[in-house]
């Protein structure tokens, strides 16, 4: 299959699948979601991305009628069905389908749905520009819902004006972006902001940190505001599909950009440790 959707156990060509009208991801967005790269048909950090998906669902109350091992079963059948061994791998998981009402549904059952289509890694020795924007968002972005709205509107404007991401902030504190988050590099530090419910947990983050230790490079989880990210050495830009992306302009000024070496050293451990953990699998 070329491009791969799912919904509840059936398999089928992406772009001919539908779902229920009556799904509550539908109408309320009332649902969590996941997405990773895959290569070699290997899913990239499926355990986080897993333990995430199950610690959102936790968040919204939302009982998953399965657990991790079944999870992970599902997802690789889904990767295997594939001609292409790289590709993104996309799943959510909806409240159930009931008539529209707020309340939960008193007997609904989770939905599960999933898409996997082709994907070409991003070429991280070319660097990117982002805006800065007001981050409109509501107050439980740790949670990986699929309420996406403000972030999208954001997207759309960064993209508008020739750039790839839109880094958010609350009144001058940067938040994270629509749909990354970022850190800076300042005199040898890694600045990045706390995992609070005002950011994604993001796993490619987690990998950035996990680079900073390999690296002697001290990282400190604060708040950090607007000054900062302008008069930073380097503008890091992480998520799992697009792994880490150094950004050197930020609303058309030249920002970032001045500490070459640690730089090359946690772009060259991310995207390193994505290779080895999705070596072909034996046999
Ligand atoms: N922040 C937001 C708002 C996101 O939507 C995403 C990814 O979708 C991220 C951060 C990055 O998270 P991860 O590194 O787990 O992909």
């Known amino acids: 299959m070329q491009a791969l959707g799912y919904y509840n156990g059936s398999f089928g060509e992406l772009d001919e699948m539908t779902v229920p009208m009556t799904d509550r991801a539908v ?6 979601y ?6 070699n048909f290997v899913i990239y950090a499926i355990d986080q991305h897993v333990e995430r998906m199950f610690s959102s669902a936790s968040m919204l109350r939302i009982a998953p009628p399965f657990d991790r091992e079944w999870l992970k ?13 790289d590709n993104v791998l996309y799943w959510q998981l909806s409240r159930g389908t009931a008539r529209r009402a707020h309340p939960f549904p008193a007997d609904a059952k989770p939905n599960l749905m ?25 107050l439980h972005c740790n949670i990986k819902t699929l309420n996406l709205i403000p972030s999208i509107m954001a997207m759309q404007k960064a993209r508008e004006q020739g750039c790839y991401e839109a880094v958010l902030h609350r009144s001058g504190r940067v938040t994270e972006c629509s749909k990354s988050n970022v850190s800076i590099l300042k005199d040898g530090k890694l600045i990045t902001a706390p995992l609070d419910n005002l950011i994604l947990p993001g796993i490619a983050r987690s990998h950035l940190i996990e680079g900073c230790g390999k690296n002697g490079i001290p990282v400190e989880e604060r708040p950090y505001d607007l000054n900062e990210l302008r ?7 992480t998520s799992s599909t697009s792994f880490l992306r150094r950004c050197v302009k930020l609303d058309g000024v030249s920002a970032g950009g001045r500490d070459e ?16 953990a999705t070596e072909k699998a034996n046999g």
Request: hydrophobic share 35%; charged share 30%; no cysteine.
């Open 27 to 32: 109408y309320y967005g009332d649902g969590v």
């Open 34 to 39: 996941e997405a990773t790269p895959t290569r």
């Open 73 to 85: 079963g599902e997802l690789n059948r889904m990767v295997k069905q594939m001609d292409t061994g």
């Open 114 to 138: 999933m898409m996997i289509t082709p994907y070409k890694f991003p070429d991280l020795t070319e660097y990117v520009s982002a805006i800065t924007e007001e981050d409109t968002r509501f």
């Open 231 to 237: 008069s930073a050495d380097e503008i890091l830009i």
């Open 261 to 276: 070496a640690r730089f090359q050293a946690l772009k060259n451990y991310v995207w390193e440790r994505f290779v080895r």
